[in-house]
């Protein structure tokens, strides 16, 4: 029974991340969550991720570069400026991202609570 209520409150969780980012990020695959996902936690830490490190995340380069865009498109991610002399391209999130994110992760720490 503890399992069941478990599965019912990452449904929930499920539910919650995809209402909050809605239907066209969420059609991105759930590749798409992950990356906000490591894009918050580079974040909050004071790191970056480098494009080349993004790309590493997935499972295929090519998909990877398709969401990366779409994110971008989407007001999500912005390239960050690249340090003097480098040439590797960087993102972070957007403000509106970084909000939904922080939004998802609320709702599931009270849903595990």
Same mark, same amino acid.
């Given at each position: 029974?503890r399992?069941?209520?478990?599965?019912?409150?990452?449904?929930?969780m499920?539910?919650?991340?995809?209402?909050?980012?809605?239907p066209?990020?969420?059609?991105?695959?759930?590749?798409?969550?992950?990356?906000?996902?490591?894009?918050?936690?580079?974040?909050?830490?004071?790191?970056?991720?480098?494009?080349?490190?993004?790309m590493?995340?997935?499972?295929?380069?090519?998909?990877? $570069?398709?969401?990366?865009?779409?994110l971008? *498109?989407?007001? +999500?991610?912005?390239?960050?400026?690249? #340090?003097?002399? &480098?040439?590797?391209?960087?993102? $972070?999130?957007t403000?509106?991202?970084?909000? *939904?994110?922080? +939004?998802?992760?609320?709702t599931?720490? #009270?849903?595990? &609570?």
């Open positions: 029974m399992e069941t209520n478990f599965a019912l409150d990452i449904l929930h499920f539910e919650a991340r995809n209402d909050i980012l809605g066209e990020i969420m059609a991105l695959g759930e590749y798409s969550w992950i990356l906000l996902l490591q894009m918050f936690v580079h974040q909050a830490n004071g790191t970056q991720i480098s494009h080349q490190q993004m590493q995340c997935g499972d295929n380069p090519r998909i990877a $570069r398709r969401i990366i865009n779409q971008v *498109k989407r007001d +999500m991610l912005k390239q960050g400026i690249p #340090v003097l002399g &480098s040439k590797e391209v960087s993102y $972070r999130l403000r509106q991202a970084r909000s *939904k994110v922080q +939004m998802i992760l609320a599931n720490l #009270v849903t595990l &609570s």
